[in-house]
């Protein structure tokens, strides 16, 4: 369960980062993130 417990909230903390650098998609970082985590 408390393995659980971390994955999900590992997953939020993603998406939550994902969402702010969606607004500076254009950004070198994002770029960088994007063939790091191969989306």
């Given at each position: ?11 939020l903390s993603i998406s939550m980062i ?22």
């Amino acid at each position: 369960m408390e393995i659980l417990d971390l994955w999900l909230s590992y997953l939020l903390s993603i998406s939550m980062i994902s969402r702010v650098l969606l607004f500076d998609s254009d950004s070198d970082y994002f770029v960088i993130v994007k063939r790091r985590f191969c989306i």
